[in-house]
């Protein structure tokens, strides 16, 4: 069982920058980022595996995720947030060696979610 410790999120104004962390009790084979504004299902957000990154489209550009293996950390940094950033933003993490796009990728393990606010 891996265990994901969120931090980072809250307010910041169009345009603006924030940065989330997410720390693993254990090593993970692919971890990222979801969001999920109330009402709508959960949208892939960012990830990284091993061996391949993979951005939404709507984030490329402007969101870079990065990770540290030697700590068992991923963070995402957000820049030129927009309004419809606004949404809860979920750690994930999977243990499993699979060669799929990580968008589809079956993550067994979600953090417990921080909420990013972006007002103009």
């Known amino acids: 069982q891996v265990q994901l410790t969120e931090s980072g999120g809250g307010l910041a104004q169009v345009g603006g920058s924030l940065r989330l962390s997410c720390v693993a009790s254990?090593?993970?084979?692919?971890m990222g980022w979801y969001r999920q504004v109330p009402g709508e299902d959960r949208e892939f957000v960012a990830a990284v595996s091993w061996i391949s990154t993979l951005y939404a489209d709507s984030v490329k550009g402007r969101f870079t995720i990065s990770r540290d293996n030697s700590k068992n950390t991923v963070d995402l940094q957000m820049n030129s947030l927009k309004p419809e950033d606004t949404a809860v933003y979920y750690c994930?993490?999977?243990?499993?060696?699979?060669?799929?796009?990580?968008?589809?990728?079956?993550?067994?393990?979600w953090g417990q979610g921080t909420q990013v606010t972006v007002s103009s």
């Open positions: 254990g090593r993970a084979f692919a």
């Open positions: 994930v993490a999977g243990g499993r060696a699979l060669s799929i796009a990580l968008s589809s990728y079956p993550y067994d393990y």
